[in-house]
């Protein structure tokens, strides 16, 4: 008796350490571009950044998105290239995801994917295990390319973009709070190298000629 008391007592434990890792990961997670979902959050939710030197706690999303799988519905990412285009020139704006005021990175990927039903991640950062990882070499528009924040000793994910053509050098769609202030297509330079993590692929579409 006492022998499975003391399994039943392990497993429990054991189930609770995985919670707690499972817990933690949703926490990092949730620390990324914008901070405006902190505020809506319940008193019980306490939500630490130990690992940022300022201790700000940025949550872009309340539900993070841990499946790996987007449903791209049957969007083709050339529909997705050629409305991202639509919006350049509209301003950063920290938070926003609406057109009429601004976005900032992840905002900008939202909507883009948003007006065409398709449910993504609010936050650059929970992207980073979505879809499939590929040379960026192999990068075709509507791929994601995923980059640091701007202080890329931080090597966690902080900026996004969308691939809109791949010659001799990629190029993605994003929207910067650099100098372009804005959405703007930018070559994958030296710059965005030295910040770059990786392109994923989405849409099934760019894996063939479908």
Do not use: W
């Amino acid at each position: 008796m006492r022998m499975i008391l003391y399994c039943c007592c392990f497993a429990l434990l054991s189930s609770c350490e995985q919670l707690i890792r499972r817990s933690g990961e949703v926490a990092y997670a949730l620390k990324t571009d914008s901070s405006k979902a902190y505020a809506s959050l319940p008193d019980s939710v306490e939500i630490k950044d130990s690992s940022r030197r300022d201790n700000i706690m940025n949550v872009d999303t309340l539900t993070p998105e841990l499946s790996g799988v987007i449903d791209t519905k049957n969007v083709h990412p050339h529909q997705l290239v050629q409305f991202a285009q639509t919006l350049i020139g509209i301003p950063y704006l920290y938070g926003s995801t609406d057109p009429a005021k601004g976005f900032d990175c992840s905002g900008f990927i939202t909507h883009v994917f948003n007006h065409f039903g398709i449910k993504v991640p609010r936050s650059s950062i929970d992207f980073t295990n979505v879809g499939r990882e590929i040379p960026v070499a192999a990068a075709k528009p509507g791929d994601i390319v995923l980059f640091t924040g701007t202080d890329s000793s931080e090597k966690f994910v902080g900026h996004m973009g969308i691939i809109v053509s791949n010659g001799d050098t990629a190029k993605f769609i994003h929207s910067t709070s650099g100098k372009a202030y804005g959405v703007t297509i930018t070559p994958l330079n030296d710059y965005y190298k030295t910040r770059f993590v990786k392109t994923l692929r989405i849409f099934k579409q760019n894996d063939g000629n479908i």
